[in-house]
Structure formats: C-alpha cells, structure tokens
C-alpha cells in the first residue's frame, strides 16, 4: 500500500472510531458538546431545527408587540412588556447556541430574512383583537411548552440548557394568557364572545405548530435517533390536546373541533385533523401575514445596522495594541464614565 492509501485507511478507521463513540454518548442519553465530534448531518439538522427555533421566538414578538400600545392598562402593558422581551431574550440563547455549531448570528437573520430558513407557522396568522394576547399565551405558549419540555433532555448540550430557562419563562407565559382570558371570561357577555371568537381562530393553527403528522415527517426518525428530538410531532400533538382540553372545561369555552372526544380504551382524546394543506402553504410563504413579518424583520434588521457597524469599530479598536476600552472610549467621546470610573447619568 502507497501512502496516502494509508493515510486513507487510517482516516477512514479514526472516522469509524468517533462515530462509534458519537452514538454510545447518544444511547447513554448523554450530552454532545460543540468541540466534540459529530456526524455533519447531525450538525446540519441542528442547525435548521435550532435556527428555526431562534427565528420563531424573534418573528413571534410581532403579533403580540402590535397590542403593546393598546393594552387595556398599566398592568397589562407592563405584563405584555415582559413577556414579548422574554422572547427576544429566548432567542438571543437560541443563536447563541447554533453559534457553537459554527454559523453566526448574522449569516442566520441573512439566512431568515431572505427565505433560506424558517420560523413557526403559527406567527403568520394575524392577531385580530386584544383576546388574541391570552390566546396565544394559552394556546401558543403551551403548545410551545409541551414540544420544548423533552426539548430539555436533548442530545446537543447548548441546545437542552438554553431549553431549560425558556421552559421556564414560557411556563409563566402560559398562565398569563390563562388568566387574561380568565378574566375576560368573567366579564361582559361581548369580552366572552372575543375570547371564543379567538379561540375559534388559533385552535387549528396551534395544533399545526407541531409538524405534519409522522407518516408525513421527512425528519423526524433521523432526529429521534440522534436525540435531537425526544417525541414524534403526534405523540406532541397529543399530550397538547389532552392537557387543554380540561383547561377549556375550566375557562368555559368551546374548542371547535367537533371530533373531539375522550376515548375510553386510549385513555386520551380522539379529535379531528387541521387542514394539513393550509400548513403547506402557510410554511412555503403562502400565509396570510407571511410578507408583513419578513418585511417588518428585514427592515428592523437595516435600521439597526448602524448599532452593529458601531459595536464591531468599538471592539475592533479596542483590540488595538497598547489600547483599552478607556482610551477608545475618551478617544470617541464616547465615554459616560467621570474620572473615577463612575457611570454618569447623561
Ligand atoms: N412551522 O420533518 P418535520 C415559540 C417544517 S414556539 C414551520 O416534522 P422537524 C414560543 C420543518 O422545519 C415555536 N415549519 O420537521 C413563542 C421541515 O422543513 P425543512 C417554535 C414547520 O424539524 C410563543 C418540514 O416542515 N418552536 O416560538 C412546522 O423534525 C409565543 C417537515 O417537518 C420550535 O421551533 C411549523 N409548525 O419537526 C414565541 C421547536 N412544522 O426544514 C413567541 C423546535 C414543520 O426540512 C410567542 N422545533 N415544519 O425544510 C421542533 O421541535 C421541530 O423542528 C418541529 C418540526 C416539531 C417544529
């Protein structure tokens, strides 16, 4: 044999070797980490799933920030306030953790803006009337509870811990939109009428956010064998089901779906199927606000390139031998510190 036939060999057999070890960390349920080895299509599904992920919780500021200036009070708005943050937030720790897989931040939002990637369907619905605030929160946030809870124990190791805080958030999420429709339950006959009207309208859509159903899923076998996801999208779709229906007894409104019933012998309830083609559409761009949050985020996008042109020169400067953050900062003018190094307030 040649050289480079052993050197082939060789590497074909470290190859071998990792992927061996790759897969005994996945069957132990342990975590991957980003210098570990990992198979490239691993990495690329990650990438889409956790890039999707990233881009839903950044998309899906839209529709409830539309209701920020009209919320009914103080409370409400400081409540709203908190929670369209906590989103923004949830996707700041999503891009960081596909950061680790090696594509940044910025080739991502290039990646949303311009159709390459994509986000929830669930955020190209449009919210009608102030009722769609608890609704979503009821119904989207607790959809996105149920897929993200397994999410936690995930196979990649920035993806489950940044899971684990959102789980958290989106759990307080959930029971606000509980009681602002709670509250709207116990008030006029015409707040009731708003709460069953929007319930009627996120219902199908909800149940969308979990995928197609399993025999029309392309990716969720491979997923689940590499622990990427821990549940298929119907099992998901499922436990959604079950665990609102109880809670629509509770609020007293009807969910529209007429198949839907408890079955005895599953021990869980039967219910009808969404319109599966009006997910297609919805996901290649068809739904009916698709244009409007793309064209909202790509202009939020420009506006905000001079922050970012500002923030690498201040880094970049900083970098400057013989320099530190104070020079550059005095050197710019820039600085809001007195002599001592006390913030002064402008
Ligand atoms: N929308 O083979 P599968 C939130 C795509 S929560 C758009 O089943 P997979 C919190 C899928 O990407 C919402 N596209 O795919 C919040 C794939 O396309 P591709 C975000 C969808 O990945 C609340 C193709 O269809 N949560 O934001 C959808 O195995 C309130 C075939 O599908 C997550 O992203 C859809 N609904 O399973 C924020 C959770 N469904 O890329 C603000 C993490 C499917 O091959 C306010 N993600 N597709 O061309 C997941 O668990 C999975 O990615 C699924 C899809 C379950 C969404």
């Known amino acids: 044999m040649s050289t480079s036939t052993d050197e082939r060999a060789d590497e074909a057999r470290l190859e071998q070797l990792l992927e061996e070890q790759f897969e005994a960390v996945v069957a132990r349920h342990e975590r991957i980490e980003p210098r570990d080895w990992m198979p490239e299509g691993y990495r690329r599904t990650l990438v889409r799933q956790i890039a999707q992920h990233a881009h839903s919780e950044i998309i899906g500021m839209q529709p409830e920030g539309r209701w920020l200036t009209r919320a009914p009070s103080l409370r409400r708005k400081a409540v709203l306030l908190a929670k369209v943050q906590d989103e923004a937030g949830?996707?700041?720790?999503?891009?960081?953790?596909?950061?680790?897989?090696?594509?940044s931040r910025a080739e991502l939002t290039e990646m949303l803006i311009d159709g390459r990637q994509k986000y929830s369907s669930i955020f190209n619905y449009p919210t009608?009337?102030?009722?769609?605030?608890?609704?979503?929160?009821?119904?989207?946030?607790?959809?996105?509870?149920?897929?993200?809870?397994?999410?936690?124990r995930t196979s990649y190791g920035p993806y489950g811990r940044a899971m684990i805080r959102v789980c958290k958030e989106e759990s307080f999420?959930?029971?606000?939109?509980?009681?602002?429709?709670?509250?709207?339950?116990?008030?006029?006959?015409?707040?009731?009428?708003?709460?069953?009207?929007?319930?009627?309208?996120?219902?199908?859509?909800?149940l969308m956010m979990f995928g197609p159903p399993d025999d029309a899923s392309p990716n969720t076998a491979r997923s689940l064998?590499?622990?990427?996801?821990?549940?298929?999208?119907?099992?998901?779709?499922?436990?959604?089901?079950?665990?609102?229906v109880p809670q629509a007894e509770r609020l007293g409104v009807t969910l529209p779906d007429p198949d839907l019933r408890w079955d005895e012998e599953r021990g869980a309830h039967d219910f009808g199927q969404p319109d599966w083609d009006e997910l297609t559409r919805v996901i290649s761009g068809a739904g009916p606000c698709n244009a409007e949050r793309i064209a909202h985020r790509r202009r939020a996008h420009e506006d905000g390139a001079w922050v970012r042109e500002a923030a690498s020169a201040f880094a970049r400067a900083t970098k400057e031998p013989g320099r530190d953050r104070a020079q550059v900062e005095q050197a710019s003018g820039s600085s809001l510190r007195d002599p001592e190094g006390r913030v002064e307030t402008p």
Not at 130 to 149: E, F, K, S
Not at 185 to 202: C, N, P
């Open 225 to 244: 064998a590499w622990g990427i996801k821990r549940n298929t999208n119907d099992e998901l779709r499922q436990k959604f089901v079950d665990m609102t």
């Open 128 to 152: 009608l009337s102030y009722a769609d605030v608890g609704t979503i929160g009821w119904l989207v946030d607790g959809a996105a509870i149920c897929n993200q809870v397994p999410l936690c």
């Open 90 to 103: 949830h996707g700041l720790y999503l891009y960081s953790a596909c950061e680790t897989l090696g594509v």
């Open 173 to 206: 999420h959930q029971r606000q939109g509980y009681e602002l429709l709670m509250t709207m339950m116990a008030g006029t006959d015409e707040q009731r009428a708003m709460v069953q009207e929007s319930v009627d309208r996120f219902w199908w859509p909800a």
